[in-house]
């Protein structure tokens, strides 16, 4: 079945296919649901094993009451779609990156700011931490949002890669046009560093690296490799100007239907899907990383960086005043 008609059924599907069971609000407590989640990547990669092994110990803990059932690999759509779904309670739980969620609850997009974490350890830190809790409520309670926010997970760092030539001065990067997430912010971004930022949907990148619309996109080593984004952009280079973690949210009209025990035991095996998650990613981006010299891939370290921080002070410029506090706060995150 093609992607649209899998999206038209589950949109039409509402959420009788969110979940499966019989029965209104409370009554929900007592019938067997299954949760319906999805994510643009494919089976084996860390945050949908996550999601999926989340999804055992929930049968486990439920006798078999509530399930996950995973739809991968953007079989419900691009992650707009998958945003909208769950807001109408078409599907319970959505894997998405903080990314496109900036211009849902613009407190996010702090997260979404160029060389806002120091290093992948320092996003940990913050993500585990109180900001990260934070965060995750300020979602929770935003009055049209309609999503819950569960947890976070590990994206390590994403990096320019084209079809033309290594990238290794802010110069090298003029007159590429690079896909971009769809979100201001990023388009700011790479058109701050010389570059032209094109937004468009996780779910479109591949034709239009084929048909030459863009020379290119940025992301983490994983998610080029799965995507086999190397066959058409071979030249990776480290510009490591995007730290962004992804979060997991749950559609807050089925979650209204759940009892609040089962609330709780979501939450709490959420949490430890967070930390399961990074132990894949680790594994899983140095597989990658592998993968991509035995396939040839041009890799271009940056040891320096220090231009393209510089380049893209009119992003902070524009979007870092109404953040500032927070973006003091996770500063002072050591
Ligand atoms: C990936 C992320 C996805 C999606 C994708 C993109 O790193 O895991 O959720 O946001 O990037 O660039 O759209």
């Known amino acids: 079945m093609k992607r649209r008609d899998l999206l038209k059924l589950s949109s039409a599907g509402l959420a009788a296919g969110a979940l499966y069971g019989s029965g209104l609000g409370g009554a929900f407590a007592q019938t067997k649901m299954v949760l319906k989640a999805t994510d643009v990547h ?18 486990q803990a439920t006798n078999g009451r509530l399930s996950i059932q995973m739809y ?4 419900l ?3 707009k779609e998958m945003i909208e779904q769950a807001q109408v309670g078409a599907l319970a739980i959505a894997r998405i990156s903080v990314g496109p969620m900036g211009p849902l609850v613009p407190e996010l997009n702090v997260f979404n700011m160029p060389f806002m974490f120091r290093d992948t350890a320092h996003m940990e830190k913050v993500i585990d931490g109180e900001i990260g809790a934070e965060m995750l409520k300020k979602l929770s309670d935003h009055p049209t949002a309609g999503l819950i926010g569960l947890c976070w997970m590990n994206a ?3 990096n320019v890669y084209n079809s033309k030539k290594p990238i290794q001065t802010v110069e090298d990067l003029k007159g590429l046009k690079i896909r971009m997430m769809g979100n201001p912010v990023f388009v700011d971004t790479m058109n701050a560093l010389g570059g032209n930022g094109v937004a468009m949907g996780f779910d479109q990148l591949i034709n239009a690296m084929q ?11 994983p998610t080029y490799m799965t995507g086999q984004h190397n066959r058409y952009a071979k030249y990776y280079s480290r ?11 749950f559609s807050k009209r089925v979650w209204g239907q759940l009892s609040k025990e089962d609330q709780e035991l979501i939450t709490k095996l959420s949490k430890e899907a967070q930390q399961e998650s990074r132990t894949l990613w680790y594994e899983m981006e140095k597989k990658s990383v592998e993968e991509m010299q035995k396939a040839g891939v041009v890799i271009t370290d940056i040891p320096d960086k220090k231009a393209f921080q510089a380049a893209v002070k009119p992003v902070w410029d524009k979007y870092g005043a109404q953040l500032s506090g927070i973006i003091q706060r996770i500063q002072d995150v050591k």
């Open 239 to 249: 510009t490591g100007h995007l730290i962004i973690p992804e979060i997991l949210v």
């Open 77 to 79: 759509g691009g992650e």
């Open 42 to 59: 494919p089976l084996g990669y860390p945050t949908v094993e996550a999601v999926q092994r989340m999804g055992k110990k929930l049968e």
């Open 211 to 221: 048909t030459g619309v863009v020379d290119g996109a940025e992301n983490n080593e």
């Open 156 to 158: 390590g760092v994403r």
């Open 72 to 75: 991968p690999s953007m079989q």
